[in-house]
């Protein structure tokens, strides 16, 4: 979308240009590990056949968050195979200060991050790095990344296009950066930062996702730039562990909606550096905005729950991308068939979550068998037994029944017979929470 307001009527921030004596390391390979040893293993001898791309000295530093496994063993046996890695350990797991403690630790004029069960591309990292030796005034290039299949050696696609081979933007041009992060759906999480720029980052960000933080930091001191060029490969398969869950996948199906928050903190930043207060209009202009990136987001995020077969949690997310704009469902598939899974589903969990709960009693409403695997298909607990109505158990056995009638007017007959009030539930109950 287009900007609130002219950009070019921003006052520009001076941005610092003193730079730091050349160090003897030009690159950091900055690496936050926690319990990985296996793939340690993996990514060390890929980092050393890499480093032959290298025209450049460089480093890998290992900051370990207090690793249960033998993560210690395997970098001083590397080590001591002349592969240049510092390592550091956390004295207790720390989360949210890890990728800070790699920062802080290294020592070369570049740092670059990497998640110890992703890779690298070589010969792009060095033209990267090339690029920002030839152009020292840049605080951090930032690039794409390569989704990745490392069991079957093969790139799927980028997670984003640019729409030229390069970008720069300079302080005061932030309204700039905004658009072009939401017209391209960017999430700028894969960096080459300056040392001197990681100075400034020195805070863990719980409820803005910390790549927007980082980046309104950096962006403020001097000139970044996004490069077409990508040097990251994001794996989703690894040799390692083929059948692992991805730290991306679940961002996306838990922590999206910081991404929300990190746009946001973008735009206070902009805002409050500037010394501009916005009127209504330019307000909601941010708004559609963040909205606008947000739609995308919850598309990806309502397709992996969708895909994992968690119809509540793809209602909820259905639910808010429905409110901010209805037409951005289109296009989602069998949203038609929805509803009768978010019903089995809510009354599987509900029967799940029920202290003392044995069975699920059915009544009224027709095949009885079907819905009973339907269930148990969706996550009815293998403890509790499903029974027709028809094979209710004794007075004495019916504390542990929920009961789920199809139609209201068989609420009675139920009480009648003893069953607890508050554990009879009716299709209309459940279903008066779903309104698709």
Partial sequence: MNAPFDPAKLP???????????????????VPTYNRARFLEHLFPHLAEASQAFDFTYEIVVSDNASPDDT????????????????????????????????????????????????????????????????????????????????????????????????????????????????????????????????????????????FSYLAAIAAQGPIAFRQMPYYRSVTLSPVMPNRSQEGTADNLSNWDSFRGGIEYMIFSLL?????????????????????FLQLRMRVTLRLWLGRRDYIRAYEILCRLNYLNPNAIEGIDNLEKLSPLIMAQTLARLANG???????????????????????????????????????????????????????????????????????????NISANILI
């Fill in 354 to 428: 029920i202290a003392g709960i044995d069975r699920v009693v059915l009544a009224g409403i027709g095949d009885s068998d079907a819905v009973g695997t339907m269930l148990r298909d969706l996550g009815l607990e293998e403890r509790i037994r499903v029974e027709a109505a028809s094979d209710a158990p004794d007075e004495g056995a019916r504390t542990g029944c929920l009961v789920f009638i199809g139609q209201e007017d068989l609420r009675q007959d139920f009480l009648d017979q003893g069953y607890e009030p508050g554990l009879i539930v009716s299709e209309r």
């Fill in 272 to 292: 409050r550096r500037h010394n501009v207060t916005p009127d209504a209009e330019v307000r909601l202009a941010f708004r559609d905005m963040v909205d606008s």
């Fill in 12 to 30: 520009a921030s001076a941005p610092t240009t003193v730079m730091e004596a050349p160090s003897d390391v030009t690159l950091s390979i900055c």
């Fill in 72 to 211: 210690a063993t395997v970098v001083e046996r590397f080590q001591a195979d002349g592969l240049p890695i510092r390592y550091f350990r956390q004295e207790e797991n720390k989360v949210l200060s890890n990728l800070l403690s790699a920062f802080h630790h290294a020592r070369g004029r570049y740092l670059v991050y990497l998640a110890d069960d992703d890779l690298i591309v070589p010969e792009a990292l060095a033209d990267n790095i090339r690029f920002m030796l030839a152009n020292p005034e840049i605080r951090a290039c930032y690039t794409p990344w390569d989704i990745y299949d490392d069991v079957n050696k093969a790139s799927h696609q980028l997670f984003y296009q640019l729409d030229s081979e390069l970008a720069v933007f300079h302080p005061g041009q932030e309204v700039d950066l905004l658009n072009m992060l939401v017209k391209n759906h960017i999430i700028p999480e894969i960096a080459i930062y300056r040392a001197d720029a990681v100075r400034c980052i020195v805070s863990a960000p719980r409820f803005c996702y910390w790549a």
